[in-house]
Nanobody, 130 residues
Framework: QVQLAESGGDSVQVGGSLTLSCAVSGSSSTYNCMGWFRQTPGKQREGVATLYSGGDSTYYADSVKGRFTISRDISKNILYLQMDSLKPEDTAMYYC???????????????????????WGQGTQVTVSS
């Protein structure tokens, strides 16, 4: 059984940086789509960035493109989200998820509130203040 555990959330100033980590335990070889999502109270969860392991293709929401970087350490089975130039609107609970959807679907969930069936973590809070 696959389990995900996020860490790295914190309170930072505008323009600061954070690195979120998602430790993946269990057999996850079938989950080619990995990603980060965020949610604020009263809003639907949206896709921030995804990575499709078939070719390590990456996809980003327009709102984070150029500021966030998704990556993974295969040897440690950890998914990362490097967040730079943080803005107040980046404040949210961030979740990581893995899924066995195809690449096209994996890329389509960023910048949208498209459901992704798979395994989810419990979330880590990011707060950006001015």
């Amino acid at each position: 059984q696959v389990q995900l555990a996020e860490s790295g959330g914190d309170s930072v100033q505008v323009g600061g940086s954070l690195t979120l980590s998602c430790a993946v335990s269990g057999s996850s070889s079938t989950y080619n789509c990995m990603g980060w999502f965020r949610q604020t109270p009263g809003k639907q969860r949206e896709g921030v960035a995804t990575l499709y392991s078939g070719g390590d293709s990456t996809y980003y929401a327009d709102s984070v493109k150029g500021r966030f970087t998704i990556s993974r350490d295969i040897s440690k089975n950890i998914l990362y989200l490097q967040m730079d130039s943080l803005k107040p609107e980046d404040t949210a609970m961030y979740y990581c998820a893995v899924s066995d959807v195809g690449e096209r679907y994996c890329g389509s969930v960023v910048g949208a509130s498209i459901p992704l069936l798979g395994v989810w973590g419990q979330g880590t809070q990011v707060t950006v203040s001015s």
